[in-house]
């Protein structure tokens, strides 16, 4: 980056490694100094919870508004109806109506954690595009709109681009996709003043039309930033596990497991995970990031409890350290394990070990759990479980069991009340 930015919003987000493109940066910087800017990011709700790939983008809302500008968080009501083709090889399941109102009731919880709603001048609106989109005239829409759209332009986006050279079909309801996100940008323009979209780095070319709307139609400058593709020091994309997404939702993901996936990040990773997911100083990131040895699992733990205590509260996030601190330095069971919870019915005369580990999450199928216990994986009360055909019945479920896959993925199996 040549230009260095002034603003506290830029130079922040910028030291924090969130910063990819920007429409002009210098022009978006002077604008920012002279007062407060609204700008949003759009959010597709296509399942019933968020993951960790999209904590960047909650996380860029929150500094937005830490820095005295007014965050929009835009709930994709109408677009999800779409389906967004970035990144895509083949074109999204269509969902609901339903669904779609379902997921973004779930998915709204998790936004006021990190960002403040109301009336104030900062306060975030939260607002969804069906609001807009749903009411369309199609015909009066591509006389004012579509006009400014040329298909020539349309296929030179990434998005389209890569589909089409793979040779995979491209619904003409995904083509349409890129208008709408222009026309959410010039509606909250219209709205709310809105004079900044934000996305990742997948979403330039849709971001770009915004502004091109925008000025097209309102003759008035605004202005589109996106945030690099988050890999950990391994490639892999943010967000991703070995058994999948990495939840925000705890009824998706438990808190315990939540804090472990941070607790175990590679050392490599420490000090630009704290930057970009916790709110602590630059400085102290960059400290804890260049620890070594045994210090770095303490970072870790630090970072653990930092995005856990955001993301699920502070209490949640102290139960999953002690949990943690129990399960590996004092051998125990801790008492925010995830456990499956069996009925009488369900065990009857007993139940086999390699039921339970798939049914508690530690395995996807019975032949990967068969898997672990040959390869001495696994593990009984912290004793290593070599028969794969042990059968528990409920006299032995009556206290808790604690079955183990390696040495930090743990669940519980008892009987219910």
Same mark, same amino acid.
């Given at each position: 980056?040549?230009?260095? $930015?002034?603003?506290?919003?830029l130079?922040?987000?910028?030291?924090?490694?969130?910063?990819?493109?920007?429409?002009?940066?210098?022009?978006?910087?002077?604008?920012?100094?002279?007062g407060?800017?609204?700008?949003?990011?759009?959010?597709?709700?296509?399942?019933?919870?968020?993951?960790?790939?999209?904590l960047?983008?909650?996380?860029?809302?929150?500094?937005?508004?830490?820095?005295?500008? !007014? $965050?929009?968080?835009?709930?994709?009501?109408?677009?999800?109806? @779409?389906?967004?083709?970035?990144?895509?090889?083949?074109m999204?399941?269509?969902?609901?109506?339903?669904?779609?109102?379902?997921?973004?009731?779930?998915?709204?919880?998790?936004?006021?954690?990190?960002?403040?709603?109301?009336?104030?001048?900062?306060?975030?609106?939260? @607002?969804?595009?069906?609001?807009?989109? *749903?009411?369309l !005239?199609?015909?009066?829409?591509?006389?004012?709109?579509?006009?400014?759209?040329?298909?020539?332009?349309?296929?030179?986006?990434?998005?389209?681009?890569?589909?089409?050279? !793979?040779?995979?079909?491209?619904?003409?309801?995904?083509?349409?996709? #890129?208008?709408?996100?222009s026309?959410?940008?010039?509606?909250?323009?219209?709205?709310?003043?809105?004079?900044?979209?934000?996305?990742?780095?997948?979403?330039?070319?849709?971001?770009?039309? /915004?502004?091109?709307?925008?000025?097209?139609?309102?003759?008035?400058?605004?202005? =589109?930033?996106?945030?690099?593709?988050?890999?950990?020091? *391994?490639?892999?994309?943010? =967000?991703?596990?070995?058994?999948?997404?990495?939840?925000?939702?705890?009824?998706? #993901?438990?808190?315990?497991?939540f804090?472990?996936?941070?607790?175990?990040?590679?050392?490599?990773?420490?000090?630009?995970?704290l930057?970009?997911?916790?709110?602590?100083?630059?400085?102290?990131?960059?400290?804890?990031?260049?620890?070594? /040895?045994?210090?770095?699992?303490?970072?870790?733990?630090?970072? +653990?409890?930092? @995005?856990?205590?955001?993301?699920?509260?502070?209490?949640?996030?102290?139960?999953?350290? +002690?949990? +943690?601190r129990?399960?590996?330095?004092?051998?125990?069971?801790?008492?925010?394990?995830?456990?499956?919870?069996?009925?009488?019915?369900?065990?009857?005369?007993?139940?086999?070990?390699?039921?339970?580990?798939?049914?508690?999450?530690?395995?996807?199928?019975?032949?990967?759990?068969?898997?672990?216990?040959?390869?001495?994986?696994?593990r009984?009360?912290?004793?290593?479980?070599?028969?794969?055909?042990?059968?528990?019945?409920?006299?032995?479920?009556?206290?808790?069991?604690?079955?183990?896959?390696?040495?930090?993925?743990?669940?519980? @199996?008892?009987?219910?009340?």
């Amino acid at each position: 980056m040549t230009y260095h $930015p002034k603003s506290d919003f830029l130079h922040e987000i910028g030291s924090r490694g969130f910063l990819a493109d920007c429409t002009n940066l210098q022009e978006l910087d002077e604008r920012l100094l002279k007062g407060t800017v609204t700008g949003y990011i759009g959010f597709d709700l296509t399942a019933s919870s968020l993951h960790i790939g999209n904590l960047v983008q909650i996380r860029l809302l929150r500094w937005m508004q830490r820095t005295g500008h !007014r $965050p929009i968080t835009l709930m994709g009501g109408g677009t999800t109806k @779409v389906g967004d083709p970035s990144g895509k090889d083949e074109m999204r399941k269509m969902l609901s109506v339903e669904q779609i109102d379902a997921n973004a009731a779930s998915i709204r919880k998790v936004f006021s954690r990190y960002i403040t709603y109301g009336d104030g001048p900062t306060d975030s609106p939260l @607002v969804n595009n069906a609001e807009w989109l *749903d009411e369309l !005239r199609y015909v009066p829409f591509l006389r004012d709109i579509g006009r400014h759209f040329t298909v020539n332009r349309l296929l030179s986006f990434e998005s389209v681009k890569s589909r089409l050279d !793979r040779e995979q079909a491209l619904s003409f309801i995904e083509f349409n996709y #890129m208008l709408l996100q222009s026309y959410d940008y010039l509606e909250l323009y219209r709205r709310y003043g809105c004079l900044l979209q934000m996305g990742g780095s997948d979403q330039w070319g849709n971001i770009v039309s /915004g502004t091109d709307l925008i000025r097209r139609v309102e003759a008035a400058e605004a202005f =589109g930033l996106t945030t690099p593709l988050v890999t950990r020091s *391994d490639g892999k994309k943010m =967000g991703k596990s070995v058994d999948g997404a990495v939840w925000l939702n705890e009824n998706m #993901m438990s808190s315990y497991e939540f804090w472990q996936w941070w607790r175990n990040v590679d050392d490599a990773d420490v000090g630009k995970f704290l930057k970009m997911f916790t709110d602590l100083p630059v400085d102290e990131c960059e400290r804890l990031g260049a620890l070594g /040895g045994a210090e770095i699992n303490e970072a870790k733990v630090r970072l +653990a409890n930092e @995005v856990t205590a955001l993301n699920h509260g502070p209490d949640a996030a102290a139960a999953a350290e +002690a949990t +943690a601190r129990e399960v590996f330095e004092k051998g125990g069971v801790g008492d925010d394990l995830p456990t499956l919870a069996l009925s009488a019915e369900e065990v009857g005369d007993g139940i086999s070990v390699v039921q339970l580990i798939v049914r508690s999450g530690l395995a996807k199928s019975g032949k990967e759990a068969k898997r672990l216990i040959a390869d001495n994986g696994a593990r009984l009360d912290d004793a290593p479980l070599t028969d794969a055909g042990m059968v528990l019945d409920a006299a032995a479920l009556s206290s808790p069991v604690k079955l183990s896959a390696g040495r930090k993925r743990h669940a519980l @199996v008892t009987l219910a009340d």
